[in-house]
């Protein structure tokens, strides 16, 4: 880690990431509680949910961008405007116009801009870090999302009741002007710097193609295999969060409510911690226990009666999501250039993501119609759906540790490599 550290441009991504991760906890936490407010009950968190999580799914569009674009603008761009649209919210709040539409319109574009974030994190680790550093770096990275998240999460829900939603904006506002300042430290080396005065004819033909490729890679490939069930998983997932703020209200109030959302943070933080231990063992084994696990935690986690000890079984549902994420990272991150990496990554990431927002709406609706407890052990099934795909999928389970995964396992041949650098050098 202090190698890693050491690296100015490494330090000036992570730390901009630890302080942009706060400002997004901070605001979920206040959007989402605000809307349960203003709304009244779970269909208007459910929305809200829908919302902001949509423009994830169109993340596959902003990949051949980041792979075009010099990604340090964008980082420091992306920042400042959504510290600009979340003062709007304080904003208007205080000449008597804030509502429930109000935030409905502004939490999905503050989502869209922070879309970026991720591709472009992805893309820029192989330039700045060695390739036996990758591992390590996701996992701290993973640390700056899931650790800040635990802190922040908790801290947020407590700070609810204390200084109220508006404050928290305000706040929030403060912490993506600093990320700004951060990411605007990177330097990176001017062969990464891409030609922006490209004719406008010849770009979009550039980015059709760039899309297509990314596309084409994904499904020829058996990263296609990996989002049957992350599909299913994050339909769930989509329907938790939109139902949390419910579920804690019954169990005891905005508090519990951030307590909830730490547990989230917290377990994938310890599955994180732990991937590079986990990443000794063959994947196809580890991922088939590590989410048996997860979903039978989070089930009992919604039956037992005792807040405490719920919260402490669902945080544990969430370390097989933590270690997965490091882990597949990582090996994507090995054996497939950097040149491609920005499309791959938002193409999975859009594939991966685009259940949530229907698992969002319609978790908020059934949680109107039956309860939020029901939506809660209802989602349980889409972890154990992981692990049944990949225990009845021969190729996925006998998938070895990542360290020794080759590109032709994956089926990524190794010409299609030269081909796709011969093609954008």
Known sequence: MKELLSNRNFASLFFGRLVTNMGDSIYYVAAMWLVYELGGNAFYTGLAGFLTL?????????????DRWQIKRVLIWTQLLQGMLVLMIPFAHYI???????ILIIMPVISALNQFAYPGQAALLPQI?????????????????????LA???????????????????????????????????HLSK?????????????????????????????????????????????????????????????????????YLAAISGGALIGALCASLFGRFAIGKL??????????????????????????????????????????????????????LGRIFSVTASLGAMAMPIGSLLGG??????????????????????????????????LPQSSSLKPEEMGLPSDSFIVSNEGIS
């Open 54 to 66: 949509l423009p994830g799914t169109l993340q596959f569009l902003i990949g051949p961008l980041v």
């Open 96 to 102: 008597g116009f804030l509502s429930v539409l109000f």
């Open 129 to 149: 870090v060695r390739k036996d550093q990758l591992v390590k770096s996701n996992s701290l990275f993973s640390f700056a999302f899931q650790g800040v998240d």
């Open 152 to 186: 922040f999460n908790a801290l947020a829900g407590i700070l609810l009741t204390v200084v109220g939603a508006i404050t928290l904006y305000m706040i929030d506002a403060v912490t993506f002007i600093a990320a700004s300042i951060l990411f605007s430290l990177i």
């Open 191 to 259: 062969k990464e710097r891409v030609n922006e005065k490209q004719r406008v004819k010849e770009a979009v033909l550039q980015y059709k193609n760039d899309l297509a490729e990314g596309f084409s890679i994904v499904f020829k490939s058996h990263l296609a295999k990996f989002l049957l069930g992350s599909i299913v998983a994050n339909f769930a997932i989509g329907s938790v969060y939109a139902i949390l703020p419910a579920f804690a209200d019954e169990r005891g109030g905005s508090e519990l409510y951030g307590l």
């Open 287 to 340: 991922t088939i226990l590590l989410f048996l696990f997860g979903g039978c935690m989070w089930l009992v986690s919604g039956i037992v009666p005792h807040n405490g000890v719920s919260i402490l079984l669902f945080g544990l549902s969430w370390i097989p999501i933590g270690a997965t994420n490091v882990i597949f990272g990582a090996a994507i991150q090995s054996m497939i250039p950097s040149q491609l």
């Open 365 to 398: 609706y059934f949680a109107n119609q039956f309860g939020p407890g029901i939506v809660y052990l209802s989602s349980a099934g889409g972890i154990l759906f992981i692990a049944f795909v990949w225990v009845f999928n021969t190729t996925l389970r006998s």
